[in-house]
Nanobody, 124 residues
Framework: QVQLVESGGGLVQAGGSLKLSCAAS????????MGWFRQVPGKAREFVAS????????YYADSVKGRFTISRDNAKNTVYLQMNSLEPEDTAVYYC?????????????????WGQGTQVTVSS
């Protein structure tokens, strides 16, 4: 079992950047495909990006493609989400998740472990 802790959220102006981190403990992240999701009150949790165990394959939601980059540092047991050109519509709680799948996945039910989330607020 792996424990996930997100950090790096905050308040930023539109057009700005933030980098989220997801630190894993308990098991190495090399055992998991990793992903980022986000959620706003009253809406379903939304897929943002995912990355395979080796980091060789990534997948993005259309809404963030070209602006966000998911990466992983297996030596640091950490996954990142670099967010550039942020828009007010990106405001949400962002969650890190781990999946036992060996391929890139994007559905909530395909992920087995979740962090507690970090708030990202983008002002216009």
């Amino acid at each position: 079992q792996v424990q996930l802790v997100e950090s790096g959220g905050g308040l930023v102006q539109a057009g700005g950047s933030l980098k989220l981190s997801c630190a894993a403990s308990g098991r190495t992240v090399t055992s998991y495909t990793m992903g980022w999701f986000r959620q706003v009150p009253g809406k379903a949790r939304e897929f943002v990006a995912s990355i395979t165990r080796s980091g060789g394959t990534t997948y993005y939601a259309d809404s963030v493609k070209g602006r966000f980059t998911i990466s992983r540092d297996n030596a640091k047991n950490t996954v990142y989400l670099q967010m550039n050109s942020l828009e007010p519509e990106d405001t949400a709680v962002y969650y890190c998740a781990a999946s036992q799948s060996v391929v890139v996945v994007k559905q909530v039910y395909e992920f087995d472990y979740w962090g507690q989330g970090t708030q990202v607020t983008v002002s216009s």
